[in-house]
């Protein structure tokens, strides 16, 4: 990490999770990160080089013609007027010359990330926004490979992986900056981007195209692992639910069963096939429910089940007046789908 | 017919003419004649007048943003009251507030920067306001019943469409920019008629006034894009919404891309509009403050007029994360890059007239230095967003609010403010206090800057914009406080401002014609003008005619004074050509203003109140040119 981002951290030291993109963490991130610093010093330089010349323009002595009466009108002599005229023609070609050499480094960036994209190795995961969470699917041409998860997107370290973005209803857009800049969600299109991560961690990624009500709350993860945890991660991910193996989590999943939730919801292995809304699967092995906004622990799942509209207020998951001794079979049994 | 004779001043009987001149020009007390008023000078109040409150409406709107936004998982403002907020917030600012404060600026002080009369077209001047309130007034109403628009203040479909976004909000929105447009469109006609045709005798293209020259090409820059947004917003937007015509709609054949690609066709060169009218203040305010002929005049104009062109070459910028080819990106890279080097030679020209004159250090100087820190600094962070790859990081966080807050208010507000005090004696005769306008400044200045300058960092952490809240981990709090602390600095520099303008206007030094030395003509008449503008039109020796030799100034005699006479000059020269007779009072275009609003407003509801506004404009316009035998005659 160069002294830019050190400068950058320095100010605003307080930020404890991160979503930033000064600190990259795959190639096309760092990409930017190198065009950013080039940009940010020489602008600086700039900037401070005009604001020296305005108050260097203020605080010059007018050599003892400030002692006299000022005159109505002041005309500077020719020779100054020809000083000017240099100066003035040397800022604008400076200007230009600056602006290219940008230009040339800006596109020779954006070259150097494109050919990032279409790596042999690279993998698809298409990506889905909706109102306010993300659809993720993992394709793959054997039909029995494909995974199918929400707001939580598992890539191996040093592996290319493109994000086939599309929308199901407004525009949204997809951005975890420490991967890689936006890609909006288009309904009816079909937008692309290449994501690579070059150490394991989680980095955290939000909506970024204003999509109605809860554009606030519409974040996701992704977690980057080493290719071996991958590869657990995306078996356990093709298995079907865990089957309940205790009377009380048998109990939750027919409390799940007999709710509206199996209108939206699916859960492989079972009768709820619903399509609008996240599959829970797997939802035990999530980190955070509700698109990211909170924590994935029993008790918030409880919260959330009871009263999604307190917590994401004009979300589309509706209220189900959950009996309150069917709540805890039901939390237990959506935790222990791992 | 009396002949027309150039005189010079010294020769003149200032007093010979004012009374038949007064009451020509006389507007007449009464409710039915203060609706019925078509002088420029109280017009250009009006909207001054008009639109600096809808400021305070969007400042206030502002304010519950900040406060919402000051701590993590604040709860002062719920989501559907936050989008309201900020789609009302970026609406007015843009719509309601500096397209309009600029038209009415430039309705004010064009006709006395060129030496004449009034504006072109009177009437049409009269009616571009009332449509401008009148339109204005109905997304207020809205807001104040609920019906307040939630989708942003660029209403991208499919959220803004009749599937996302029920109900009448957006409709409200799309209508009132019908308003508005019309209003400009009304404005800048009547301006580019004004400058083109009205100068002062010898006022040649190269002894314009910068300023004149700024609106000028504003005008120009009106006529192509508004009717983009009308195309967008009322064409395809409310169509679809209304009679269900599918442009925008992706599921029946529509393209939500169309309506970004002709929203920011007008959208980009709209924040040119509001910004070149202020590089036009910053030019006269530099020139008459530092009491010299500006440096690199036409580098200058020529540099606004690239400004002008380029803003139509650029709107994609707004739109490289939706995945266009990567060679048209480039080019629009370098086509908004262009920018800089236009700004460039402009803030080089300036800081040259500074160098090289005179420089009084009051009040409108400050603005302007305030002016040229705060701008080049969001000239430097466009370039950024100019590039592909940076864009894509920073777009839509809130490095782009502080980007374009740096643009709009440091290129267009500090502008404006300091205009404010420039010709604040021009306008009330009375010369606004220097003291409290530096305290003013300072308090802008400083709350500015913190408030916005923290957003660049936020933004690069991952803050987005539009977001009515964020957790607390995230860490993005003392940065959001620092903010909301800066937006309060910034009321306090506007209560100062507002007590000023108030106190001043009482007690205020006595301004006389020119109370600082001015070189422009609309120096060279009484603060504030008469009705009239001028006793005898002025002629346009030089550049500056003002700070010619008093003895070689040089008036136009031979107007008649008993009726709305002016002077009407060829477009490159500015040869006396003809007089013209401008129409006076009408309540005409306030009721074709009124008729085809009470339609415009209807079909919000019903397309059939469209038939309802046609027949209303018809009535108002038929009334409006209805020949009468007293002004044929005359």
Known sequence: ?338 | MTPLVATPVREIDDVRGRHDLENAWRNPAGLLSWLSVATHQAIGMRYIVTAFIFLLAGGVEALLMRIQLAKADNTFLGPDKYNEIFTTHGTTMMFLFAVPMMEGMAIYLVPLLIGTRNVAFPRLNAFGYWMYLFGALFLYFGVFTNTAPDMGWFAYPPLSGPQFSPGKRVDFWAQMITFTEISALCVATEIIATIVKLRAPGMSLNRIPIYAWSMLIQSFMILFAMPAVMVSSTVMLLNDRTIGTHFVNPWAGGDPLLYQHVFWFFGHPEVYLIFIPALGFVSAIVETHSRRAMFGYPALVLSQLANAFVAFGLWVHHMFATDLPQMGESYFTASSMMIAIASGTQIFCWIATLWSGRVKMRTPVYFVLGFIFIFVLGGLTGVMLASVPLDLQVHDTFFVVAHFHYVLIGGALFPLFGAFYHWYPKMTGRVMDDFIGKINFWLLFIGFNVTFFPMHILGLHGMTRRIYTYPQEMGWEPMNALATVGAFIILLGGIVFILNVISSRRHGAEAGANPWDGGTLEWATDSPPRNYNFVNLPAATSRYPLWNDPKERVVVTGLRDDRREVLVTTLMDAEPHHRLVLPSSSIWPFLTALLSAIGLWGSVFHFSWYYVAMLGAFIGLVGWFWPRRREAEA
């Open chain 1, 1 to 338: 990490m160069s002294r830019l981002s050190g400068g950058f951290l320095l100010a605003s030291t307080a930020f404890a999770r991160s979503q930033s993109a000064l600190e990259p963490a795959g190639p096309q991130a760092a990409h930017f990160f190198r065009l950013f610093s080039w940009f940010f010093w020489i602008e600086a330089a700039i900037f401070l080089i005009v604001l020296a010349l305005t108050a260097w323009a203020l605080t010059r002595r007018h050599r003892g013609i400030e002692q006299e009466p000022l005159e109505r009108v002041h005309i500077p002599s020719e020779e100054t007027e020809k000083k000017l005229l240099w100066t003035v023609g040397g800022g604008i070609l400076a200007t230009v010359l600056i602006l290219l050499g940008l230009l040339v480094a800006s596109v020779t960036t954006g070259k150097a990330i494109s050919e990032l994209a279409n790596q042999k190795n690279g993998m698809v995961v298409e990506v889905v926004g909706n109102q306010w969470w993300w659809y993720v699917r993992y394709l793959n041409d054997d039909a029995s490979q494909i995974v199918v998860t929400a707001n939580e997107i598992h890539i191996p370290v040093g592996r290319p992986v493109r994000i086939r973005g599309t929308s199901n209803d407004v525009i949204h857009s997809f951005w975890v900056p420490e991967l890689n800049g936006k890609r909006d969600l288009i309904p009816s299109r079909i937008t692309d981007e290449w994501i690579e991560a070059d150490h394991p961690g989680r980095f955290r990624g939000q909506c970024a195209e204003f999509c109605g009500m809860q554009h606030a709350h519409m974040s996701l993860w992704v977690v980057a692992d080493t290719p071996g945890d991958f590869e657990k991660w995306k078996q356990r991910q093709l298995q079907p639910a865990v089957e309940p193996s205790t009377p009380e989590l048998i109990a939750g999943r027919d409390v799940f069963l007999k709710y509206a939730c199996v209108y939206c919801h699916s859960i492989t292995g079972t009768t709820a096939a619903g399509q609008v809304a996240p599959d829970l699967t797997h939802l035990g092995s999530r980190f955070t429910i509700a698109a990211g906004t909170l924590p994935n622990t029993k008790g918030n799942l409880a919260g959330w089940i009871v009263d999604p509209q307190n917590i994401k207020p004009g979300n589309h998951m509706a209220t189900l007046n959950v009996k309150a001794e069917e709540l805890q079979p039901l939390v237990d049994y959506l935790e222990s789908l791992q």
